[in-house]
């Protein structure tokens, strides 16, 4: 399991800004060199409009220790882009998560675990640029199936944890938290 994970985040970590041909073909050789009952996903989502561009890239995985215990986790990076006129912004960040998934039964299971995101990378045309605070996010969920067995139901605890940099560290050494309640009902077609 080690030595899918130290591949799979060279993966990630080498080609977040080549062609995306590139990581699908990454991703093909890295599904066909892991445990079959490992999952390996690529998902790329994409906004574009007039003045605005985002993408953001995550991979992630599914590794089933046993009938109970799977590792859950994945990285991401996403970047944006927007231009008024003479103003123009650039941002960029990456996450890193891993969330360990137990299963009570076939219709819950219970997850606990930590999401890394480094400080965002924002730059504009007037030559500013921001040294943003990196962040922690501890969070516990619990899945229950819904009403269809294509039908979920996610109930999350999360608490976002911003660590002090640069001009910003005076606001974030007070211990700046955002403690949330996330309800979410997924229907699969």
Known sequence: MFKCLCLFMLLFGSTCQAQEHIISKGVSWLNSIIPETTKIEFNKLRIKFDGCRHRE?????????????????GMSYANGRLEWGINNQKISLKRYALLPRYSLSREMSFSAGVILQSAPEFRTSQGLELALPKSKIFKISSRFKGVRDDHQLDIALSSHHWEATGEFGTLFNRDMIDNQVNVNYSAFF
């Not at 890239?57 to 986790?73: A, I, T």
């Open 57 to 73: 890239y995550e991979l992630s995985f599914v590794h089933p220790v046993n009938q109970r215990l799977s590792f859950e986790g």
